[in-house]
């Protein structure tokens, strides 16, 4: 059998293969790109470390997500692959990268804009309706409205733009 200390393999290069993996809610994007790949460490020969950040504690895929990276990083030569959950800090939409973005938009989901919240510790309470904005990811207006403020999952509202018409989804800033 070939391992990762027979074939050389680096720190670097499991990062590199761990950022291959995409995200199984949003497939266009990877778990780097969504900012859900926090480490990736090679403390011994073979063996990888990966920790990852859930979009929230109760987010559903994230068990797709550990069994992906787990079975890309074996295929890659790493013999012993060890998935760590940390919610601490938690993951904020501000952590998606700018390639991020654009693939979302690309496919027609408007991007997240920045959190509302940037402090550490508890979230502020605010009672009153969000103030969600987004740009439609077709013609670019700014004139949209919220259909719902569940789409196809909990992370993202669905949206319609009054310019063109068209219905879309919005990543919702966290």
Same mark, same amino acid.
């Given at each position: &059998?070939? +391992?990762?200390? @027979?074939? *050389? $393999?680096?720190? #670097?290069?499991?990062?590199?293969?761990?950022?291959? =993996?995409?995200?199984?809610?949003?497939? &266009?994007? +990877?778990?780097? @790109?969504? *900012? $859900?790949?926090? #480490?990736?460490?090679?403390?011994?020969?073979?063996? =990888?470390?990966?920790?990852?950040?859930?979009?929230?504690?109760?987010?559903?895929?994230?068990?797709?997500?550990?069994?992906?990276?787990?079975?890309?990083?074996?295929?890659?030569?790493?013999?012993?692959?060890?998935?760590?959950?940390?919610?601490?800090?938690?993951?904020?939409?501000?952590?998606?990268?700018?390639?991020?973005?654009?693939?979302?938009?690309?496919?027609?989901?408007?991007?997240?804009?920045?959190?509302?919240?940037?402090?550490?510790?508890?979230?502020?309470?605010?009672?009153?309706?969000?103030?969600?904005?987004?740009?439609?990811?077709?013609?670019?207006?700014?004139?949209?409205?919220?259909?719902?403020?569940?789409?196809?999952?909990?992370?993202?509202?669905?949206?319609?733009?009054?310019?063109?018409?068209?219905?879309?989804?919005?990543?919702?800033?966290?």
């Amino acid at each position: &059998m070939v +391992t990762a200390f @027979d074939t *050389g $393999v680096r720190a #670097d290069t499991a990062r590199s293969v761990a950022e291959t =993996v995409t995200d199984p809610e949003l497939p &266009m994007l +990877t778990l780097a @790109d969504l *900012g $859900v790949l926090r #480490d990736v460490e090679t403390p011994e020969p073979g063996r =990888v470390i990966v920790t990852v950040t859930p979009t929230y504690s109760g987010c559903p895929a994230i068990s797709e997500m550990r069994a992906d990276l787990h079975r890309t990083l074996t295929e890659a030569g790493y013999t012993r692959v060890e998935v760590r959950t940390a919610l601490d800090p938690p993951w904020t939409t501000d952590w998606i990268s700018d390639a991020g973005r654009r693939k979302l938009a690309e496919h027609g989901i408007a991007p997240p804009g920045r959190a509302p919240h940037t402090q550490q510790g508890p979230v502020p309470l605010t009672l009153g309706p969000p103030r969600r904005h987004a740009h439609c990811p077709n013609c670019g207006s700014e004139a949209t409205d919220e259909l719902s403020e569940f789409s196809a999952t909990a992370c993202k509202a669905l949206r319609r733009c009054r310019s063109c018409s068209e219905p879309f989804e919005h990543m919702k800033e966290i």
